[in-house]
């Protein structure tokens, strides 16, 4: 079954189940195994880091035939806590991933750039720079992002396997004005660690005047990340949406 998850990552350290951390996994794994009455492993379609915010993670389980999509959603929501919420729960083909089944995932970042973004009902969601960005040095760094490329500047160093070659199918990479501040949003094939982040990173600072307006084109030919920007704060980011193929779908709720 699939389970599409929002959550708050803002009390999480992260995805990933670790000892003696409160994470997202760890949290629903232990619901369902209550509901279920042994243990229930919980697959996600990446890992999100701690403070990285989610409006459609994307959960794999099995769980006992007697559960219906539309029943496993409701006795979830009835006992996981406030800052996790499943939003949708499908029933899948036995060959589906949650994470290798994925074609592509969706991210967006979010960035207050007026003097509000500093209102402790914003700065949770959004990176507060309460400044203004050239959105022309914005945009041409995010149009350079497009298409294969290799990201190995833009990743944290030694988290991907000795024989990765660091390369993504980038679908979607674009700014767009909202009110009070910016939002970019990208869409690839796959996304290293850190990636996002990096990336917005560098690029407020090219649009801040702090380094060169192309930086993301150079950096896109470089070897390793040891010139590339600090990545941008964690609270900012969402992972909008994960897609699959439609027939590995066999209910939708």
């Known amino acids: ?66 559960w219906t999509p539309r ?41 207050g750039t007026d003097e509000g973004a500093r209102s402790p009902f914003r700065r949770r969601w959004e990176w507060a720079l309460a400044r203004p960005l050239d959105l022309a040095v914005l945009e041409a760094n995010a149009v350079a992002l497009r298409g294969d490329r290799c990201f190995r500047a833009f990743a944290i160093q030694r988290t991907a396997g000795p024989d ?26 796959r996304f290293l660690h850190h990636m996002v982040r990096f990336l917005v990173g560098t690029m407020v600072d090219a649009a801040s005047g702090r380094r060169e307006p192309d930086s993301v084109a150079v950096l896109l030919e470089a070897a390793d990340n040891s010139d590339t920007s600090a990545p941008a704060p964690p609270h900012g980011l969402f992972l909008e949406a994960v897609h699959y193929p439609s027939d590995l779908y066999l209910t939708r709720e």
């Open 1 to 66: 079954m699939q389970l599409v998850l929002q959550y708050d990552g803002a009390g999480f350290a992260g995805w990933q189940r670790q000892p003696r951390e409160r994470t997202v996994q760890a949290v629903v794994e232990d619901v369902l195994t209550r509901l279920c009455g042994s243990r229930v492993v919980v697959t996600g379609a990446g890992r999100t880091d701690a403070g990285v915010h989610a409006r459609g993670q994307i959960a794999g389980v099995r769980v006992p035939p007697k």
């Open 164 to 189: 990765d070659h660091h390369r993504c199918t980038v679908l979607r990479s674009e700014w767009r004005e909202r009110e009070g501040g910016l939002v970019y949003e990208v869409e690839a094939n």
């Open 71 to 111: 029943e496993l959603r409701r006795a979830l929501n009835a006992l996981l806590p406030p800052d996790v919420w499943v939003a949708a729960a499908h029933e899948m083909r036995p060959d589906f991933h949650a994470r290798y089944s994925a074609t592509s995932r969706r991210y967006s970042y979010h960035i």
